[in-house]
């Protein structure tokens, strides 16, 4: 069985702050797929992320990084220098027999406020 | 571009009443997916199909039914609405295959039974 946990469940920052998203995932299988995940206010979800277990580099876009650790079965993603804009729900996600039948964490709500 | 079009937005519903939520993709996607959201437990999956024709079950099936006549749509019934599927439900959809990228979701149904 996998599971996703996401420990923080709600994180507050100030603008211009970095903040970090914890993630952290169990499966036995060797080929997963992970996902990040915004949901804003207005409810929609908004893909950020995919990145497959081969691939243990760090990405970056803009103002977000992902650390994609196996050794310690985390993904990790990092905000720089935050917005008001970046306020929303987070949900990291994992995917074991392909076909995006996704296991959520819980989501973790970031505010951030000026 | 439309995406991934649910309806309705919102539903009151009595205990008992049969009622179907709508999903029309119209990205030729191959894979559909529901998904419903209730706070604290994140997103989990109703069912799915990899393909036209085809459906499977995910991780809460029970009390809920799909079809998938066509490629393009993807409705979600509940026979015998109760109280616990009190929820807001997600359709989404995806390439399919193994590798399959990103999940396209809809804006999502807010389903409460009374």
């Known amino acids: 069985a996998q599971k996703v946990t996401q420990a923080q469940t709600e994180i507050s920052v100030v603008e211009k702050e970095d903040v970090t998203l914890d993630c952290v995932y169990e499966?036995?299988?060797?080929?997963?797929?992970l996902f990040w995940y915004k949901q804003p206010p207005s409810g929609e979800l908004v893909f950020l992320i995919r990145?497959?277990?081969?691939?243990?580099q760090n990405e970056i876009s803009g103002r977000y990084s992902w650390n994609f650790q196996k050794s310690t079965s985390s993904f990790n993603f990092t905000i720089t220098a935050s917005q008001v804009v970046d306020s929303a729900v987070y949900f990291c996600?994992?995917?074991?027999?392909?076909?995006?039948?996704?296991?959520f964490g819980t989501g973790t709500q970031l505010k951030v406020e000026l | 571009i439309a995406g991934i079009t649910q309806a309705p937005t919102s539903q009151i519903l009595a205990a008992g009443r049969r009622m179907t939520l709508r999903c029309t993709q119209d990205?030729?996607?191959?894979?559909m997916y529901w998904y419903r959201q209730d706070l604290g437990l994140g997103l989990r999956l109703i069912h799915y199909?990899?393909?036209?024709?085809?459906?499977g079950k995910g991780e809460v099936p029970d009390g809920y039914s799909v079809s998938r006549a066509n490629t393009d749509d993807f409705p979600l019934t509940l026979a015998s609405a109760v109280p616990s599927q009190t929820s807001v439900y997600f359709c989404?959809?995806?390439?399919?295959?193994?590798?399959?990228?990103?999940?396209?979701f809809g804006e999502g149904s807010r389903l409460t039974v009374l």
């Open positions: 989404a959809s995806s390439d399919g295959g193994l590798d399959t990228g990103e999940l396209f």
């Open positions: 499966t036995r299988d060797t080929t997963y797929y």
């Open positions: 990145r497959n277990s081969f691939d243990e």
């Open positions: 996600a994992l995917d074991t027999g392909g076909g995006n039948k996704l296991t």
């Open positions: 990205m030729r996607h191959n894979a």
């Open positions: 199909s990899n393909t036209a024709g085809t459906t």
